[in-house]
């Protein structure tokens, strides 16, 4: 499949650990991109790479891959985490890009 | 620091092209690549393609040929033109600045966003 399956959403509660997923076969070769979205504004990418945090990132973002599997994990969810997650990847083919459908994070 | 702003129509009749210019500031278009994502209303993201300074494009295949990424380096901007548009095409659309290596990409500048709405 060319596409990256992410949960719709996901809760933690205030302090607690987070992980979000990306599932795909292309991400058994090719690392995510993650990116974070607040309403109303553009997406500001949190990890690249195997984890790489640009600068500004909180070092509580963190980011892994096991198999067809990359995640996002928050440290220490903090209120102002609570937003939309996007995974972004390459297509099964490597030469084209593709997101996935996005995870919204409540913070309890 | 390192700036995107997309400019262009926000309304667009159905069958006819869209056109959104991101103008490029604190930066070289000289280098990264330079892409157009698109946002659904209420909805996830989609990439439309990308270009390099050079010239060299990369679309994505679901909009069959409709999309073409055009670079202009003297006014270090780059633009977007979508042909044949339907209300489907109605999103809030994105350029920004990335890069494409082997076995990542990423984009860590994005323009604001422009709602174009596609409506006789």
């Known amino acids: 499949s060319s596409e990256l399956t992410q949960d719709p959403a996901v809760s933690v509660a205030l302090g607690q650990t987070v992980r979000i997923t990306c599932q795909g076969d292309?991400?058994?070769?090719?690392?995510a991109s993650w990116y974070q979205q607040k309403p109303g504004q553009a997406p500001v990418l949190v990890i690249y790479?195997?984890?790489n945090r640009p600068s500004g990132i909180p070092d509580r973002f963190s980011g892994s891959r096991s198999g067809d599997t990359a995640s996002l994990t928050i440290t220490g969810v903090q209120a102002e985490d609570e937003a939309d997650y996007y995974c972004?990847?390459?297509?099964?083919?490597?030469?084209?890009?593709?997101f996935g459908g996005g995870t919204k994070l409540t913070v309890l | 620091q390192v700036q995107l702003q997309e400019s262009g129509p926000g309304l667009v009749k159905p069958s006819e092209t869209l056109s959104l210019t991101c103008t490029v500031f604190?930066?070289?278009?000289?280098?990264?690549?330079w892409s157009w994502i698109r946002q659904t209303p209420g909805k996830g993201l989609e990439w439309i393609g990308y270009?390099?300074?050079?010239?060299?494009?990369n679309y994505n295949p679901s909009l069959k040929s409709r999309a073409t990424i055009l670079v202009d380096t003297s006014n270090n901007q780059f633009s977007l033109k979508l042909t044949s548009v339907t209300a489907a095409d109605t999103a809030v659309y994105y350029c920004?600045?990335?890069?494409?290596?082997?076995?990542?990409?990423?984009?860590?500048?994005w323009g604001q966003g422009v709602l174009v709405t596609v409506s006789s």
């Open positions: 920004a600045r990335g890069e494409v290596l082997r076995y990542f990409e990423y984009f860590d500048y």
């Open positions: 604190g930066d070289s278009i000289s280098s990264y690549y």
């Open positions: 270009i390099y300074y050079s010239g060299s494009a």
């Open positions: 292309s991400l058994r070769t090719y690392y």
């Open positions: 790479d195997k984890n």
């Open positions: 972004n990847s390459r297509g099964s083919s490597g030469d084209h890009l593709i």
